[in-house]
């Protein structure tokens, strides 16, 4: 299979905890994405990278939440200090080239913060 | 940001052609317009794109009067397998920050 893929596809956690997604976006796409998505709402964009660099994270939800792409290949999505409100699916796209003309979305992660 | 309007749902059947239709009046001139499909427990999946006139590919075709202050996804002859949540979404190719709104959610019934 040579989409994106995202780990974990569901993660459990309790209050208070840190947790790390991993995307592996489609080989050689340069652009990646990640976005947030509740229940009965679109997906709403938090980050991009363009390689290794992230262009955009003012839209990151607080100063909980990081990404990093550090060799411009796979990304990671931690969120510390989980809050219920956290808990949302969590999606990663890729797309190539230098311009978001198709964004290709992986299955997600879902989030629950007990 | 264009902001995007769209029905929340649709219904149809088997065999029909269905057309949803966006309104985005604020559409800016470096504004390109896309359609999203999806399913349940799955990512969203590039439809459709364009800028203006119409707009066809293997599964759908897009419409955009002159004005572009609107567009509409049609879908011809749905099956069952096409009830999903579909989204318009309207921005600049370079600007990366693709907003979606809440969609349309069609059902396609037997």
């Known amino acids: 299979d040579t989409g994106v893929s995202q780990d974990p596809r569901h993660k459990i956690t309790k209050r208070g905890q840190n947790v790390t997604f991993r995307c592996d976006p489609i080989?050689?796409?340069?652009?990646l994405y990640w976005y947030r998505q509740t229940l009965g709402q679109g997906p709403e964009f938090l980050t991009y990278f363009q390689n290794e660099a992230q262009l955009e994270k003012s839209r990151l939800l607080s100063d909980r939440f990081s990404a990093e792409r550090p060799k411009g290949s796979f990304s990671t999505l931690e969120i510390q200090r989980t809050e219920q409100g956290d808990s949302a699916m969590y999606l990663c796209?890729?797309?190539?080239?230098?311009?978001?003309?198709?964004?290709?979305f992986g299955p997600g992660t879902r989030l629950t913060v007990l | 940001l264009a902001k995007t309007t769209q029905p929340i749902s649709m219904d149809s059947y088997e065999g029909q052609e269905v057309n949803i239709t966006c309104s985005h009046n604020n559409i800016a001139t470096n504004d390109y317009i896309t359609w999203y499909q999806q399913f349940p427990s799955q990512g969203p999946r590039f439809i459709i794109q364009?800028?203006?006139t119409k707009v066809t590919n293997e599964v759908a075709s897009l419409f955009i009067p002159a004005d572009r202050k609107s567009s509409t996804l049609s879908l011809p002859r749905v099956s069952l397998s096409d009830t999903a949540v579909y989204y318009c979404l309207v921005g600049d190719l370079n600007n990366n920050d693709m907003r979606f709104g809440a969609g349309t959610r069609l059902t396609v019934k037997p």
């Open positions: 364009g800028y203006k």
């Open positions: 796209a890729s797309s190539p080239g230098t311009s978001g003309v198709e964004q290709f």
């Open positions: 080989s050689e796409h340069n652009r």
